[in-house]
């Protein structure tokens, strides 16, 4: 690489091995270098298998780290889409030492869709770590993180190579409480609307013929938390969604089903809790309580983590800001949840 400096703007060049690594790298029509132009703040031409980036010195520098790293993989057959680009861009930025193949290369699942599933964030490799090597985790973070997607994918990963011999996926009933009794049809009817998103992550992965195989064998179940009352879950793979509105009793009745040779995976966001006024959520007191016992590990995630579409880590941070404003003017009636 060749740097010029001339004035605040500082000129950095690099050459790219291969062509068909270099197109991928750069994308149809540029698209790679747009994003990291928009991200960054530089200028990108390319000329050939020959870069030159352009803008204030930090930025040429991360961006050829992101160029960088994003073309090791590419020779080694990555698919590189548009959002890698970005999450590049995001895992880089706030670590000097982070590497991408570390992250990206980390293959978690094949769905029957031809789909691999990997960790695209620093935190999401750090979760997925951790669920390898401890039976009990808790991923706490917003919306959008992958908290709930990448342990489904990891509990089919383990069933798959028969490391347990059924999946157990559970959910607070909250809106329902005690009311399930009252409302028409059989279980499945009343709490299925609850658990609705457990079903899609599991058809986002397999196919639905097998799904319902699995389902209907019951090495799958997917069940309301309340129903997890009395059993004891031996060569299991648990993982309870929406923990935040689950009570402390709840909590403290989930977590004592453990059995030997099983694994459990407890996510939420403590920042939508749904209980009653006065209810405290279980999520929050097993986060204060379990961090640093033997076994148990517990992840956070961040705004940075979010996957989901753009907009959706925009909104909340619009949100965090209304949140913050309102607690300057009212510390204590906007007391935010200890985490």
């Given amino acids: 690489m060749e740097n010029r400096s001339s004035g605040k703007t500082n000129t950095a060049k690099m050459v790219l091995d291969g062509n068909e690594a270099a197109r991928a790298l750069v994308g149809e029509f540029n698209a790679n270098l747009k994003i990291l132009e928009r991200r960054l703040d530089v200028t990108v031409h390319g000329r050939g298998n020959e870069l030159s980036i352009s803008g204030e010195a930090e930025d040429v520098h991360l961006a050829r780290r992101v160029l960088s790293e994003l073309h090791k993989l590419v020779e080694e057959g990555y698919p590189l889409y548009p959002n890698d680009v970005e999450l590049a861009v995001r895992i880089l930025s706030g670590n000097e030492s982070a590497r991408l193949k570390d992250i990206f290369r980390d293959q978690i699942f094949v769905s029957t869709k031809k789909r691999v599933i990997t960790p695209k964030t620093l935190n999401q490799k750090r979760y997925v770590d951790a669920i390898r090597k401890f039976d009990l985790v808790l991923g706490v973070?917003?919306?959008?993180?992958?908290?709930?997607?990448?342990?489904?994918?990891?509990?089919?990963?383990?069933?798959?190579?028969?490391?347990?011999?059924?999946?157990?996926?559970?959910?607070?009933?909250?809106?329902?409480g005690e009311k399930l009794g009252f409302l028409p049809g059989d279980l499945y009817e009343k709490v299925n609307p609850y658990l609705r998103p457990l079903y899609d992550a599991l058809h986002e992965m397999m196919d639905y013929d097998q799904a319902s195989k699995f389902l209907q064998r019951g090495t799958i179940e997917v069940a309301p938390l309340a129903y997890m009352r009395g059993r004891t879950l031996n060569d299991a793979f648990i993982i309870l969604d929406e923990a935040q509105n689950s009570t402390r009793e709840q909590?403290?009745?989930?977590?004592?089903?453990?059995?030997?040779?099983?694994?459990?995976?407890?996510?939420?966001?403590?920042?939508?809790?749904?209980?009653?006024?006065?209810t405290s959520s279980g999520l929050i007191e097993a986060k204060e309580i379990l961090s640093g016992i033997d076994g148990i590990q517990v992840i956070v995630f961040d705004r940075g983590d979010v996957i989901r579409h753009p907009l959706v880590q925009e909104i909340i941070d619009a949100y965090e800001r209304l949140d913050r404003r309102r607690a300057m003017r009212n510390p204590e009636a906007h007391a935010q949840p200890v985490s």
């Avoid at 973070?141 to 999946?167: C, D, F, W």
């Avoid at 407890?266 to 749904?274: C, K, L, S």
Wanted: proline share 5%; net charge positive; charged share 20%.
């Fill in 141 to 176: 973070g917003p919306a959008g993180t992958g908290k709930t997607y990448l342990a489904m994918a990891m509990a089919l990963s383990a069933l798959t190579r028969a490391e347990v011999n059924r999946i157990i996926l559970a959910r607070p009933a909250v809106e329902a």
């Fill in 251 to 278: 909590m403290k009745m989930f977590l004592t089903r453990l059995g030997f040779r099983s694994k459990a995976v407890v996510t939420g966001d403590i920042t939508q809790i749904d209980l009653p006024t006065g």
